[in-house]
């Protein structure tokens, strides 16, 4: 059995009661790290701390062709106030990039700006949208 962020997560509530329900076009990208600091010294030795024990994971979004309403919803989410404010108010997201039977629903907020693309035919695209992982709903 492959582990999965959810394996490693608290189970938390969002700030914002709203669960983004959209599978990414490309790739999910989740990039995992630990807080260790390493320090390599003149001589080539180094020392390694550990500040803390905790997972930290981002997911990086990729939508390729979105239609108008789709990228609305991402807009508004990202930008009203009373809803994720940027990157400031977490939320409900689910996470396409597992199995279909062991699929997690993750507590995240946005992690960058919020990019969007619009072509003059009127299709949307919003490719590298970074969300940090909080924690996980309890399943």
């Given at each position: 059995?492959a ?5 490693y ?12 329900d959209m ?12 807080n260790?600091?390493?320090?390599q010294f003149?001589?080539e030795?180094?020392?390694?701390v550990?500040r ?13 062709v979105l ?10 989410l ?6 994720a404010c940027?990157?400031?108010?977490s939320?409900r ?7 279909v039977?062991?699929?997690?629903t993750?507590?995240v907020r946005f992690a960058s700006?919020?990019p969007?693309?619009?072509n003059?035919?009127g299709?949307?695209?919003?490719v590298d949208?970074?969300?940090k992982?909080?924690?996980r709903?309890a399943?």
């Amino acid at each position: 059995m492959a582990s999965e962020m959810y394996d490693y997560l608290s189970t938390i509530s969002p700030d914002y009661a709203y669960t983004l329900d959209m599978q990414p076009h490309n790739v999910l990208v989740e990039d995992g790290a630990k807080n260790v600091k390493i320090r390599q010294f003149d001589d080539e030795s180094e020392t390694r701390v550990i500040r803390s024990t905790t997972s930290v994971f981002f997911v990086t979004l990729h939508f390729t062709v979105l239609s108008e309403a789709d990228a609305g919803t991402l807009f508004d989410l990202y930008h009203d106030s009373a809803k994720a404010c940027g990157m400031g108010k977490s939320f409900r997201w689910v996470n396409y990039g597992e199995p279909v039977a062991s699929r997690h629903t993750y507590v995240v907020r946005f992690a960058s700006p919020l990019p969007r693309q619009i072509n003059p035919s009127g299709q949307y695209r919003m490719v590298d949208i970074k969300l940090k992982v909080l924690g996980r709903i309890a399943d």
